[in-house]
Structures are given as structure tokens and as C-alpha cells.
């Protein structure tokens, strides 16, 4: 089963996310919980929430993906910038609660100078504080470009936090591939797919490979950049990411497009995935 959205606004709610993803022919969708700037979050609805169950189990949604703040940086080397992750990511696991057995996932963030030694230790001291909240969500780390001083660029970098974690069975801790984060981290998906898989399971596994972001990219291989492109206008490629989706190792993982679209566009990525779908 091909489970394949896009980012969606939860500005209206889960119902209405549950709709809009009907209509792109979607069965997932990911969206945030707050404003991607951290500011307050929505309070969720339970009559909205029970809406949106209905018409998920009526159109055999798969999981759904909330996305951590931008702002949230569990190794910022500012004290204050680490609380306020602690206290957002705490609180998005406990929102998750109002829609039990779904995805959240976060970036590692970005150690500022203070050196991925560092960052490590304080990404898995966060992470062992919140993740008490997430009873019934996976948590997900999802692999970055290397823009900057982002953790998370290297397959290793993901494995040694989610090892060091406490609580860290594959269904509680996990990871979010970004097709074009991994190629401009230097990741061939392109030239060299099951490589880079076979990479992925040996070193995180990929039991734990719990979401797929799907994006071409604006930028040459391992360019370090996080510049999202439209499918197939980009430097990965329209075939490259079909054939990724048709890989037999990836199948049944939830796959969401952020590329750059409105509504329109995200149809039309969709219909073009749809068509290419071989797997059944
Ligand atoms: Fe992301
Ligand atoms: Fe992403
Ligand atoms: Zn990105």
C-alpha cells in the first residue's frame, strides 16, 4: 500500500486536513501542531478529532506525521533555547495523546559552534526527558542536509542518539528520511539507492525508518543546502524518486511531499506518484 500525502495547514483542523487529503487523492498528511516559529499551540477539539477519525478509517488513511516547531533545538548551546525545546516537544507528545498510534518528528537541531561531542549528549538528555509524554507516538529524528551546524547529516550521528536514548525500541524512536536532505548530504539515492539503504539498515535499521519526506532538490549532490524543489524539476529526479518509492524495503512507509506547491501542485505530484506505483 502506497500511504502518500502532503504538508497540509492545520489552521482548520484535523477534519478539515482529512478532507483537503481526500481530495489530492492523499491517504496521509503531515502538518504541524503549533506555528512552525514556536508560537502557542491550537486547542484540539474533540468533536474535530472524532470527525477526522471517522473519515481517516473510511478512506484506510495510514499514520499521520506531526512536524516539530523549526525553532525547536534540543542542543542549541543557549540554556534558554533548550528549555524552550524541552517544554514545546514535551507538549506536542502530549497533543499527540488526543490522536494515539501516529508520527512526530523533529530536527536534531543545530549545535551553533558547539561541536556534535556536545550536541549529542544534550539532544539524548531532552529526548529522555519528553519522551514519557509520547504514550502511544513514535518519535521521529529525521536526517538532515548538514546545513549550517546541523546534527543529523550522517546516518551515524542518528544511530549513536538513538542508541544512547533510554527509551528506544524501534516503535517508540525512529527516523524520518528526507529524500533531498540525504542527497545534499551526500547520499547517492540517486546512482546508487540500494547502497544507501543497505547503509541505512546497517547502521540505524530499518525497522526504524518510520516516514519518508519527499522532495526533489535545488542543489547539486552533497551540497550541504536545504533547498526543496518541485518533483522532477530538481537535481534528484523525477525516476530517481519513483523508483524510490517502488523500492520493496520502503514499502508501507508513509510518504509526504514538501515541495514547493500549493494545493494544485501537491495534486499533481500525487497523480504522477500514483501512476508510477508498482507495488500494488
Ligand atoms: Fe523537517
Ligand atoms: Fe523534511
Ligand atoms: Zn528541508
Redesign the pocket.
Known sequence: MLYLGCHLSSAAGFAAMGKTAVQLNANTFQFFLRNPRGGAAKDINPDDVREFLALAAAHGFGKILA?APYTLNPCSKDASIREFARNVFADDLRRMENIPGNLY?F?PGSHVGQGVEKAIPEIVEILDEVMPEAKHTTVLL?TMSGKGSEVGATFEELAEIISRARDNAPERLGVCL?TCHVYSAGYDIVNRLDDVLEKFDRIIGLNRLHAI?LNDSMTEFASHKDRHERLGQGTIGKEALIRLINHPALKSVPVNL?TPNELPGYAEEIALLRQNYTLG
Open positions: 512536524h518528528n530536527h529525521e528526507d519526506h514538501e
